[in-house]
């Protein structure tokens, strides 16, 4: 997980997006370089949309799952070509599951303890959410206890306007949601969010 995060700190959340217009906007994301790829499992059809997104995709960018609630879901991600889950809340056996099947895992916590046992479950990197609920003083408290080498997400109001806090609070990377897509947006609208998006990364790196 770290090498897809030093390629690109962006993990893309397509929430909402419908399998009929998925590959353009993976393509403008692509074109932009962001390297990860998450459909959430409340948009429509989005078994279909994660197959699509393996299928044209996945030889080159890391695809996956959001919103992934059960250990069966994770099962089926894995079966239609999906490489990723990520949780919203902290369930151990959802990493497990993930781990067997040779997925990375990026399940959800907010506090000290969910984090270390989602981290003794075996999970590739966290991911604080919500966000905007914490604060990146938080994260780089937390970080000063977790093992070296933890990698944090925060995902939940993350803009181009404030990644350069959580970059110095220590994330690893980051989860954007409507800044990068939201129902209705073209592939041009997300190429020119995820353009300055990429470019605040690299203005931090």
């Not at 890391?62 to 099962?75: C, D, H, K, Y």
């Not at 902290?90 to 099947?101: N, S, Y």
């Not at 046992?117 to 991911?127: E, F, Q, T, Y």
């Amino acid at each position: 997980m770290k090498q897809w995060l030093e390629r690109s700190p962006l993990i893309a959340i397509l929430r909402g997006v419908r399998p009929d217009e998925v590959i353009p906007i993976c393509a403008a994301l692509e074109a932009e370089g962001v390297a990860i790829v998450e459909v959430p499992l409340n948009s429509p059809n989005p078994m279909e949309s994660i197959r699509l997104l393996a299928q044209n995709f996945g030889d080159r960018l890391l695809i996956g799952a959001g919103t992934v609630m059960t250990p069966a879901q994770v099962e089926e991600i894995a079966g239609v070509g999906g490489r990723l889950i990520v949780t919203p809340h902290a369930d151990p056996e959802i990493v497990q599951t993930a781990k067997r099947l040779n997925m990375f895992a990026a399940p959800g916590f907010f506090t000290p303890a969910e984090a270390f046992s989602l981290l003794r479950a075996g999970a590739d990197c966290i991911k604080l959410f919500p966000a905007e609920g914490s604060n990146p003083a938080a994260l780089r408290g937390m970080r000063a206890i977790f093992p070296p080498g933890t990698m944090v997400i925060p995902v939940g109001g993350i803009a181009p306007d404030n990644i350069r806090i959580w970059h110095e609070a220590g994330a690893a990377g980051y989860g954007i949601g409507s800044s990068i897509y939201k129902p209705g947006d073209t592939p041009e609208i997300v190429s020119r969010k995820a353009a300055a998006l990429v470019a605040a990364c690299r203005a931090v790196a």
